[in-house]
């Protein structure tokens, strides 16, 4: 099955083929396989099984070469008796190509399942547009974005040491990248870190 970015994919546990398990588990229970092509960056991919209608106790794993276990890259088995039917899966920041993502049964028992693949976008502090609208992008040149993985890339008031166009330690230097103290235009200290012009 071809997934889909967001689409919930629902099916029945127990009808699927038994030919595949995960090092985690799943190997007394039929599975379905998801095909899904990763074309874009992105941080994240995630799988879940944590929905109202599913019913099923799971084992979720994700190879790159469908019928290759060695080229699986994450495997994760619910807690059986529980109570509770909900899987989660993440693979951080995937490469480029071609994923195979299997549902498989935890406990050798059938049920609806429902599961949903989801992209997680690139935060906004490292997705390369200018979120903001102040005509900087990203960190470090975004004077709101502290880090990377910052999602608000909205300017703090007041604007910070290294982006407020003034010499604030005298160096004769203004603001990053110029000041060799601003470690980036959200840096609120303009001072050399091991002394002036050091």
Do not use: K, W
């Amino acid at each position: 099955i071809e997934a889909v970015n967001g689409r919930v994919y629902r099916g029945d546990g127990g009808a699927g083929s038994f030919v595949f398990q995960g090092s985690c588990g799943g190997g007394g229970a039929s599975e379905h396989i998801f095909f899904y092509r990763v074309d874009h960056e992105m941080e994240a991919l995630e799988v879940t099984t944590t929905l109202p209608d599913n019913q099923f106790d799971s084992v979720l794993y994700i190879r790159r070469n469908c019928t290759d276990n060695a080229t699986e890259l994450a495997c994760q088995r619910e807690p059986l008796n529980d109570g509770v039917s909900a899987n989660h899966l993440r693979i951080e920041a995937p490469a480029f190509g071609d994923y195979y993502i299997f549902i498989d049964g935890a406990d050798g028992q059938g049920g609806a399942f429902a599961l949903q693949v989801n992209e997680v976008p690139l935060a906004p502090c490292r997705n390369g547009e200018d979120d903001d609208g102040d005509g900087r992008i990203d960190y470090p040149h975004d004077p709101g974005c502290e880090n990377l993985a910052d999602r608000d890339e909205a300017d703090p008031d007041p604007l910070p040491a290294c982006f407020d166009d003034e010499d604030n330690d005298g160096d004769g230097l203004i603001d990053f990248p110029l000041d060799i103290g601003c470690r980036s235009a959200s840096d609120n200290d303009e001072i050399d870190s091991c002394g002036q012009g050091i």
